[in-house]
């Protein structure tokens, strides 16, 4: 496959009309239409349902569109990476970060940073614990930040030393919010908004269990999130209330929201974690070193 076809083919799938892609691409329709049918042979795959004025994709074709988006941005990365500079450190460090306040200790060491090489540029790529894990397996980021719990086995790691805390993010008119805390039995029959990953660490790390005991499996689970932003707006309707971590949203007096902490308190930690034995550009070994500095 050539990396050429690959954004062919992703234009054609972002469009979704071999008409409009082609204008994008400036090519002749039967062109690119020669390309992607190449591109079929060659993997043995329909990808693409051709309809009289678009196209959708198959599910192979959802697949090699997956695909297709990392080969080509750990493609654009190596470009990037090998033209910075030779002579000044500088370019782009890549991270994956949470929904976290553990984040703006990443800001802190990168603001620092910045005062010694202000070519250094910072992309931010916000996903759960297992996307961003993925894509540091697949070398499209530098870094990332797991909350623990999290298998940290394969990876080199530092420990940030900030922690954060669970609660509950809930309407004002809510009468838990009249508490200062939260205990497992105020919980027992509140519609809950959890994170897709807090359940599924809950199952094989007892995180949760141990917290709530017995009534777990009980809980009013009515609706999870990958990311915290649409949570806070069912919320804010009354739809139910989001258990988060303190920090992921920042509430004031004047606000429909309000948190409250989980008693007994249910404090995690966070670490920056890379791969085990990768070679860094000159801009990510120098982020490294400020956050071994920040961190000494």
């Keep these: 496959m050539e990396l050429r076809t690959l954004r062919y083919f992703l234009t054609v799938a972002r469009e979704g009309s071999l008409t409009r892609a082609a204008n994008v691409l ?14 079929e042979e060659e ?43 030779a002579d000044a450190i500088a370019g782009d460090v890549h991270i994956g970060v949470g929904e976290s306040y553990t984040s703006r200790f990443l800001a802190r060491v990168a603001r620092e940073l910045q005062d010694r090489h202000p070519g250094i540029r910072y ?3 916000d996903g759960n614990a297992d996307d961003l894990a993925d894509r540091l397996d697949g070398g499209l980021l530098d870094f990332c930040v797991l909350i623990q719990p999290a298998d940290l086995s394969k990876y080199h790691h530092v420990r940030i030393p900030e922690k954060d805390s669970w609660g ?26 959890c994170s897709d990953q807090t359940i599924v660490r809950t199952l094989s790390h007892n995180t949760f269990i141990d917290w709530f005991g ?24 009354g739809f139910g209330s989001v258990l988060s971590l303190e920090k992921q949203v920042r509430v004031d007096e004047a606000g429909v929201l309000c948190f409250r902490p989980l ?29 071994d500095d920040h961190l000494a």
């Design 26 to 39: 400036y090519v002749t329709q039967p062109a690119l239409s020669r390309q992607l049918k190449s591109l």
């Design 43 to 85: 993997l043995g795959a329909k990808l693409l349902v051709r309809g009289s004025h678009s196209v959708t994709l198959t599910e192979q074709g959802s697949l090699l569109k997956q695909r297709s988006e990392e080969i080509v941005q750990l493609a654009d990365k190596t470009v990037a990476e090998f033209a910075a500079p």
């Design 123 to 125: 992309r931010l790529y």
């Design 168 to 193: 509950l993010l809930m309407r004002r008119d809510n009468p838990l919010a009249e508490k200062a805390s939260v205990s497992p039995g105020d919980l027992a029959h509140e519609p809950l908004i």
């Design 214 to 237: 017995e009534g777990f499996e009980k809980l009013n689970i009515v609706a999870t999130y990958n990311l915290i932003f649409n949570a806070t707006l069912f919320a804010a309707e």
């Design 263 to 291: 008693e007994p308190r249910m404090e995690v930690e966070s670490d920056i974690v890379w791969k085990k034995h990768r070679m860094f550009s000159p801009a990510a070994e120098a982020f490294l070193h400020a956050l």
